[in-house]
């Protein structure tokens, strides 16, 4: 289950079109966490990662738990889940976070991604991304979100073109938009945003046009404690001219 195939559903219904017709708002790839330990080759973490673990998740439709064996109607349907992040650049592949993450799927294009990264041991990391979402840039050229608005104070930003220094330290929130097909999506750290340090990073549209919410800063070689615990509240809105 991925936001992909959430926003077909809810634009299906919201146009009136049938799903397999629907334009997809993001690249099915990484989506909520990618960690890079110092020295490290690789990301870990990620919907497209397999060094992410699940060990307990639960289904819940309108706060009713449910199997994955099913179709089911509903206002809201959450993804709770527990998991490991693993090391795969150490022998052994030893667990270097647990992660704990809530997604909150809602009928009208919204997405809530919350939860909390504990350090297992004293992990030194270079980057740490929670709260990660990739517009879709590469669906059909008629879709490709080519600006996006930073508010606090609000900034336009051309992501066909050069980027200040590609990252954006003002604000926590930014507005993606597709202005040959009105549409949009935007994202905002909620909770976890005060924290010295942390950071909203914008990649240009050209190769990864992604969102990044750092926690630590862009290249940090931070240093976690043993059991540190790093929360995060990310809201997500879709939406498209109907």
């Known amino acids: 289950m991925d936001i992909t195939h959430i926003s077909q559903v809810w634009l299906a219904t919201g146009t009136g079109a049938t799903f397999t017709s629907v334009r997809p708002f993001t690249d099915g790839g990484e989506t909520e966490v990618a960690v890079r330990m110092l020295g490290g080759t690789d990301y870990m973490g990620g919907l497209s990662h397999g060094d992410q673990t699940a060990t307990v998740m639960k289904l819940f439709v309108d706060g009713t738990e449910i199997t994955a064996d099913g179709t089911y109607t509903g206002k809201v349907f959450r993804i709770v889940q527990r998991s490991?992040?693993?090391?795969?650049?150490?022998?052994?592949?030893p667990v270097r976070f647990y992660m704990d993450t809530e997604h909150t799927f809602r009928a009208k294009g919204k997405l809530t991604l919350r939860g909390c990264m504990t350090?297992?041991?004293?992990?030194?990391v270079d980057y740490d991304y929670l709260g990660m979402l990739k517009p879709m840039l590469t669906y059909s050229a008629a879709n490709v979100m080519t600006k996006a608005y930073l508010d606090e104070p609000w900034q336009e930003l051309d992501l066909t073109g050069t980027l200040p220094a590609g990252l954006v330290t003002k604000g926590r929130k930014v507005v993606y938009t597709g202005a040959q097909d009105s549409m949009w999506m935007s994202m905002e750290?909620?909770?976890g945003w005060t924290a010295s340090g942390r950071q909203l990073y914008i990649a240009p549209a050209s190769p990864k046009g992604k969102s990044y919410f750092t926690h630590h800063g862009l290249a940090s070689s931070y240093t976690f404690a043993n059991g540190e615990r790093t929360e995060f509240k990310v809201e997500y809105e879709f939406g498209a001219a109907a």
Request: net charge negative.
């Open 189 to 191: 750290i909620v909770e």
């Open 119 to 124: 350090a297992n041991g004293t992990p030194q």
């Open 84 to 93: 490991s992040l693993t090391d795969p650049d150490a022998v052994g592949n």
